[in-house]
């Protein structure tokens, strides 16, 4: 136990990572955090576990806390997809349509999962306005998937989906798989087999989640590359029918409802995955140890190296920055602030405000982070990149 800054940091550890124990206390000093949590595997043991602060006001952070992971939650989505095409039940450049024949509507005949998962199907927003309450019904939002119109031929240009994403891919493995729901696979193929208590939707009996809330002192600034809240705020208002808009605003309860019941109930598996920084990095580091954890294959050795292949890298053009995707999972990015791990093949994904999940298979690695302090970053917060930074001195910069 390390108190300092009048902050208690509990969990395990040994003497060799106290520095990543020194940049967690940090981060509560220096950015405002309140509430976060840390969690390492090496080599598919679990090495750190961190946790911090408060959950909600008068409500102790602990091991098991869990956190909406707002995009982080596309990993889940993205494993679940590698999953059915490991075992032979989807093929990736096989049609959605062939599986889901009312996806193929409006334009969208030919666009395959692979397309949908490195963010190229065109596929970004809904272009007719939304009910806010509409979020939370997956019949009704599967069928305006449906329905929606490419905001460009499929495969000719990248623009990441920060909504549309789940539900398009997340209803093509409920199909195949043959699961009620989409919750209900990641629940029996993933969290169960792996001893996690990660959620898409909270169950009834489940532990609050973390309460979402800004940061009080964001970090950022002139390091960010344009990767920040204010930069897409600035996209959004120079063009308000534009994609960014709709992909962000349609509707407005996408960005306002995290905290309500409504969202923490329903499946939306782009960005309501609920999880604590130990299963986060659990499943992190299963992906870095050859896709096995606890003599359990989560996905095979073949499919792990899909998920760090680049299938794009180009100017998004939703976020209007340079980015690089694989099959669901982002890879490290061209600029310094923006890296996941050192090691070439690493890959993962953030989400809006902080967490951040990834692993490093040249390093085995699995990290996973959770807060309840939202920054502005839209890629990596410099909270979890200070964090990466003090972890890879002290397993080495090479492996």
């Given at each position: 136990m390390i108190e300092r800054a009048m902050i208690e940091v509990q969990g395990h550890w040994s003497e060799r990572w106290a520095p990543v124990v020194?940049?967690?206390?940090?981060?509560?000093?220096?950015?405002?955090?309140?509430?976060?949590?840390?969690?390492?595997?090496?080599?598919?043991e679990p090495v750190l576990s961190l946790w911090a602060g408060e959950a909600a006001p008068g409500v102790a952070w602990e091991e098991n806390t869990r956190t909406n992971l707002f995009s982080a939650s596309k990993a889940l989505v993205a494993l679940s997809v590698l999953q059915l095409?490991?075992?032979?039940?989807?093929?990736?450049?096989r049609p959605v349509a062939d599986y889901w024949?009312?996806?193929?509507?409006?334009?969208?005949?030919?666009?395959?999962?692979?397309?949908?998962?490195?963010?190229?199907?065109?596929?970004?927003?809904l272009q007719e306005r939304v009910p806010d309450d509409a979020i939370f019904d997956?019949?009704?939002?599967?069928?305006?998937?449906e329905q929606a119109e490419p905001w460009w031929t499929p495969g000719e240009g990248q623009g990441y989906s920060p909504f549309l994403f789940g539900w398009a891919l997340g209803e093509l493995v409920r199909r195949v798989s043959?699961?009620?729901?989409?919750?209900?696979y990641v629940e029996k193929?993933?969290?169960q087999p792996l001893g996690l208590g990660l959620r898409i939707g909270l169950k009834e009996g489940d532990a609050s989640p973390a309460q979402m809330r800004p940061l009080k002192r964001p970090l950022g600034g002139a390091n960010s590359g344009g990767a920040d809240s204010q930069s897409l705020g600035k996209i959004m208002k120079a063009d308000p029918r534009g994609v960014t808009n709709r992909a962000f605003s349609n509707p407005m309860s996408l960005m306002t409802a995290s905290n309500s019941e409504a969202w923490q109930?329903?499946?939306?598996?782009?960005?309501?995955?609920?999880?604590?920084?130990?299963d986060l990095a659990a499943v992190y580091g299963a992906l870095a140890n050859?896709?096995?954890?606890?003599?359990?294959?989560?996905?095979?050795?073949?499919s792990v190296a899909l998920c760090s292949q680049e299938l794009t890298f180009e100017e998004d053009r939703v976020l209007g920055l340079p980015l690089r995707f694989g099959h669901g999972f982002m890879l490290s990015q061209k600029r310094a602030d923006c890296r996941l791990g050192r090691g070439r093949g690493a890959f993962g994904h953030p989400g809006a405000g902080g967490c951040l999940g990834f692993a490093d298979p040249d390093f085995g690695i699995g990290f996973g982070y959770v807060t309840g302090r939202m920054g502005q970053s839209l890629l990596i917060d410099p909270r979890p990149q200070q964090l990466i930074d003090a972890l890879y001195q002290c397993v080495g910069e090479t492996p």
């Open positions: 020194e940049a967690f206390s940090d981060n509560f000093e220096a950015s405002g955090e309140e509430g976060a949590a840390l969690a390492v595997y090496l080599a598919g095409a490991d075992a032979g039940e989807l093929e990736l450049d024949p009312d996806f193929g509507q409006a334009g969208k005949a030919d666009i395959t999962p692979r397309q949908l998962l490195c963010h190229r199907s065109g596929v970004s927003a997956w019949s009704a939002m599967t069928a305006r998937v043959g699961y009620d729901s989409f919750g209900q193929a993933l969290a109930r329903a499946e939306i598996p782009a960005a309501n995955g609920h999880s604590s920084a130990r050859d896709g096995q954890l606890d003599n359990t294959t989560v996905l095979s050795r073949t």
